[in-house]
């Protein structure tokens, strides 16, 4: 696991735009999931700045996103589809018809669920997973107790995820309780995941998910079983993490090696 430690939100960004367009360059045709949250937005900024200054072309590129609110209209102003549009989709050349994201309004959740996961294997599965991190130490949705081998499926949301997403709801009653995401193991098959934290409200999360035993009870530990992750955290979501000096130094003995050096 790469462990990049940041300055601030703008060195989170910029770092993790830099690895999705060095995925694009790489294979035109890259198969991208995409996140939801604030963390992710100055990525998104940084991959339009990209696109519109330095070519960065996305017309071949399909995605997938992690999650979607089950029972909110896409039209929603809160909905995770809207989230993509305004933030991303519609500044950049990414071809409609090769964006993915889960239909919370589908009146056949199982069923969708499983074409969900054969679309992402049909597209040749993912290049790239982008991931946030809740405070209880989620990705996508999966909460405290998720298996780390489920699938893309119906989940109820804890409380505290409830009430950390409030703040984007007007009113308090429309907070969806229940949201369609990737399953641990889902997301585990993408060939490389980064995932990015900002901020000391994430420090807790960020240590149980890097330096803590691997759980179900903090989802993001899955990812020290896989074998291609960076974790971008800016020094405020770092502060707690006990090898933090080591993280600094395999990143500077990279850059002097110009090589990985044992992700
Ligand atoms: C939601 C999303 C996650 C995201 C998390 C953190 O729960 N489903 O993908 O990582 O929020 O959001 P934020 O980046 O706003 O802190």
Do not use: W
């Not at 669920?113 to 040749?124: F, V």
């Not at 949705?141 to 699938?151: A, H, I, V």
């Not at 119906?154 to 997403?165: F, G, P, S």
């Amino acid at each position: 696991m790469r462990v990049v430690i940041v300055k601030d939100y703008e060195q989170m960004s910029r770092t993790a735009a830099l690895l999705i367009a060095k995925q694009l360059r790489s294979k035109p045709s890259s198969v991208l999931g995409f996140a939801t949250g604030s963390t992710p937005l100055g990525t998104y900024k940084e991959l339009i700045r990209m696109h519109r200054r330095e070519g960065l072309d996305f017309s071949h590129a399909r995605t997938f996103n992690l999650d979607e609110y089950f029972r909110l209209d896409p039209s929603h102003p809160q909905s995770y589809h809207t989230f993509m549009f305004e933030n991303l989709f519609n500044k950049i050349n990414v071809n409609p018809d090769r964006i993915s994201i889960p239909d919370g309004m589908t009146e056949d959740v199982e069923n969708f669920c499983a074409d969900y996961e054969r679309r992402i294997k049909q597209a040749g599965g993912l290049d790239l997973q982008l991931l946030g991190i809740g405070r209880d130490g989620h990705v996508g949705f999966n909460e405290p107790g998720s298996s780390l081998g489920s699938r893309t499926r119906l989940k109820t949301l804890a409380e505290e995820t409830v009430r950390d997403n409030a703040r984007f709801f007007k009113d308090k009653k429309e907070v969806p309780r229940l949201a369609i995401t990737m399953g641990v193991g889902t997301i585990l098959e993408a060939r490389q995941l980064v995932m990015l934290a900002s901020g000391e409200g994430k420090a807790d999360a960020v240590k149980r998910s890097i330096e803590g035993p691997v759980t179900a009870q903090v989802t993001a530990s899955a990812l020290q079983l896989h074998p291609s992750v960076t974790v971008v955290a800016d020094e405020g979501a770092a502060s707690l993490l006990m090898h933090r000096r080591y993280y600094v130094y395999v990143e500077k003995m990279a850059e002097k090696y110009e090589a990985d050096v044992g992700i």
